[in-house]
């Protein structure tokens, strides 16, 4: 028989429980590279710490390639390896926390929906980043053109995304007369929370009035704030992963050993004591997930758009440049925390320099290419909503200008030394013709300003705004991305 991470000699731990114990009260609708390095280990570590049967189902909603990972998962009893590298050793954990996993290809639509409906389930989360979410980001609504909605629309009983299977199954429930479930968000995205109530209820309206009126009475959704750095698995990563455990795990991780989880204590039909593994639940989580954005995610993007184009493959690689290491700082410190409001208690200079270290990890495989994916949906909160405020208070804002203008020479589609860049993106396209019709000319500048579901309607009349980002950018044309940092 083939070895497998449960048959064979491993050298971590594994639970000291199986499946059996744990009883399918969260649905996860994502489970990605983050999902099993953030929650699903916060939930493992509260089954370490008390008699809890809090336990996953784990959906996996697209392609084929989703479809492999909840197979890989089902073939190791629903246990899989992370892998905490720090700057000096790796730790290793086998997770425990998955009770079962589904995929409409292999199960079936209805059952998933089924699933989700089923009295156990108290939870329905989901990491479905910024384009999950089916919503227009210049107005925060549902877009009804969206092409995976508008097939909801048209079947809203075969849905394809996960609004409309989680409108599909909170319809049952209703139907049913059961309770509700809690909508958990746990990404990247500003107020996430009310970002998928705003798309439930946006479906759900369109649907059916009457179920849209119950969901708005009945369900909650909890905003959160999830920080660990996570890089997608690579084959890499996979194998040395291998070799220190002593056997295969192609659905294992790798993540730095921080992590933070902030959550607004606001669940209808109960919750697992994630506080008792270190998470924090508040009232109001918008100041931290504020300073995340801003602070981490926003350097994090401007360091992925400027590394990528000064030649550097990975964030580490990037802090290896004094340049880079200290335009990172000085962006968190003198453009993105004056924007904050926090707490007292809070110490944002504390804040930025563990974010330094962490971003400086050589064990942390973080590629530029991958932070800079979709950044058309990452840019508002992450550098240009500072901008606004900055305008507003007559600041100077350069390094999140020269962050713009290399996101702007990023989507061109072609590197410094002229080669092609991947560019990831749902307006990749667009980018594509603009930059073709100009080329690498500051001319692309004032027509990218001018797609409003990312700059709005506002900051493309700020001429100070309009101009700062054509002098970066051209910048970046004459001197390059190295030169460019340097000489702020």
């Known amino acids: ?36 390095a953030h ?6 570590h509260v089954l370490e710490k008390t008699d809890s ?8 909603l697209m392609s084929a390639q989703d479809a492999a990972l909840i197979e890989g998962l089902k073939a190791q009893s629903m246990l899989y390896t992370v892998a905490e590298k720090g700057v000096d050793k790796t730790e290793l954990k086998i997770i425990g926390s998955m009770k079962e996993a589904m995929h409409p290809l292999i199960d079936g639509i209805d059952a998933v929906i089924e699933k989700m409906a089923s009295p156990d389930v108290s939870i329905v ?10 919503t227009d980001p210049a107005t925060g609504q ?4 969206n092409a995976l909605i508008k097939q909801d629309l048209a079947t809203p ?29 746990c990404d990247n995205v500003r107020e996430n929370g009310h970002v998928a109530r705003e798309a439930v209820l946006g479906l759900a309206r369109l649907q059916d009035p009457a179920l849209a009126a119950w969901i708005e009475a009945n369900v909650t959704f909890p905003c959160t704030m999830v920080d660990r750095i996570v890089p997608a698995a690579t084959p890499e990563t996979l194998a040395e992963i291998a070799q220190l455990l002593g056997t295969e795990d192609n659905c294992a991780i790798a993540c730095e050993p921080f992590r933070q989880w902030v959550i607004e204590d606001n669940f209808v039909n109960g919750r697992p004591e994630w506080d008792c593994a270190g998470a924090q639940f508040v009232q109001d989580v918008v100041p931290f997930e504020l300073m995340k954005l801003r602070m981490l995610n926003g350097s994090h993007s401007f360091l992925a758009y400027l590394g990528y184009l000064g030649g550097y493959a990975h964030i580490s690689d990037t802090m290896t440049n004094p340049d880079y290491r200290k335009a990172a700082c000085a962006l968190m410190l003198d453009e993105q925390a004056p924007t904050l409001t926090m707490p007292e208690e809070t110490d944002l200079v504390a804040y930025a320099d563990n974010l330094i270290d962490r971003f400086t990890n050589p ?5 530029t290419w991958q932070i800079a994916m979709d950044g058309s949906q990452k840019l508002p909160q992450r550098l240009l909503d500072p901008v606004a405020r900055h305008i507003a208070d007559g600041s100077d804002y350069r390094h999140l200008a020269l962050g713009v203008a290399g996101w702007m020479r990023y989507v061109s589609g072609t590197d410094e030394q002229g080669n092609k860049i991947d560019v990831r993106d749902p307006l990749a396209e667009t980018f594509a013709a603009i930059c073709a019709k100009h080329g690498l000319s500051v001319a692309v500048v004032d027509e990218l300003l001018a797609i409003e579901s990312i700059f709005g309607n ?27 940092v340097a000489a702020l």
Not at 3 to 13: C, Y
Not at 142 to 145: C, M, S
Not at 363 to 367: G, N
């Open 39 to 44: 929650q699903a280990l916060y939930t493992h």
């Open 458 to 484: 506002d900051l493309p009349k700020q001429q100070g705004f309009v101009d700062a980002v054509k002098r970066a950018y051209q910048q970046l044309l004459d001197v390059g991305a190295r030169q460019a």
């Open 142 to 145: 549902l877009d009804p053109e």
């Open 1 to 36: 028989m083939e070895k497998n991470l449960v048959t064979a000699d491993i050298t971590a731990t594994r639970p000291d429980w199986t499946t059996d114990r744990l009883t399918t009260r969260i649905v996860h609708l994502g489970c990605g590279a983050f999902h099993r």
């Open 125 to 134: 989360s989901l990491t479905v980043t910024e384009k999950g979410y089916c």
């Open 53 to 60: 049967d809090w336990g996953y189902c784990e959906v996996n």
């Open 363 to 367: 064990s942390l495989k973080h590629q």
């Open 157 to 185: 009983e075969t849905p394809r995304s996960a609004i409309g299977y989680i409108t599909a199954a909170l319809k049952r429930r209703r139907e049913r007369g059961l309770p509700p479930f809690t909508v958990l968000s």
